[in-house]
């Protein structure tokens, strides 16, 4: 039903700049809190950035914040990930995710039902 389908990876210089898309088909977006998060190669899926329904309610890791920005477009369907600055530890799969819950945003990824397939960012230096 709920599908999400991420873009705009790639590989990048080490101070540049990325910006992703999750784009939701199935259901209206407006329906669900929305989530970013990032899994590098032999660590944890980490929190990056989380946003509620209405904008209301924006949340970011330590590591990211001034340099990212969440943001969405609730009659686009579309949430996006502005990543500015970029640096070579921000190397990651990023993932997009949903929450049935559209009034907050947690930092855990076992409170989001919905999940995308994942995109590649590489940062070089």
């Known amino acids: 039903q709920v599908q999400l389908v991420e873009s705009g990876g790639g590989l990048v210089q080490a101070g540049g700049s990325l910006r992703l898309s999750c784009a939701v088909s199935?259901?209206?977006?407006?329906?669900?809190?929305m989530g970013w998060f990032r899994q590098a190669p032999g660590k944890e899926r980490e929190f990056v950035a989380g946003?509620?329904?209405?904008?209301?309610?924006?949340l970011y890791t330590d590591s990211v914040e001034g340099r990212f920005t969440i943001s969405r477009v609730n009659d686009k369907n579309t949430l996006y990930l502005q990543m500015n600055s970029l640096k070579p530890e921000d190397t990651a799969i990023y993932y997009c995710?949903?929450?049935?819950?559209?009034?907050?945003?947690?930092?855990?990824?076992?409170?989001?039902?919905?999940w995308g397939q994942g995109t590649q960012v590489t940062v070089s230096s």
């Open positions: 995710a949903g929450r049935r819950n559209r009034f907050i945003v947690t930092r855990d990824q076992g409170t989001y039902d919905y």
């Open positions: 199935g259901r209206t977006l407006s329906n669900y809190a």
């Open positions: 946003i509620n329904w209405s904008s209301g309610i924006i």
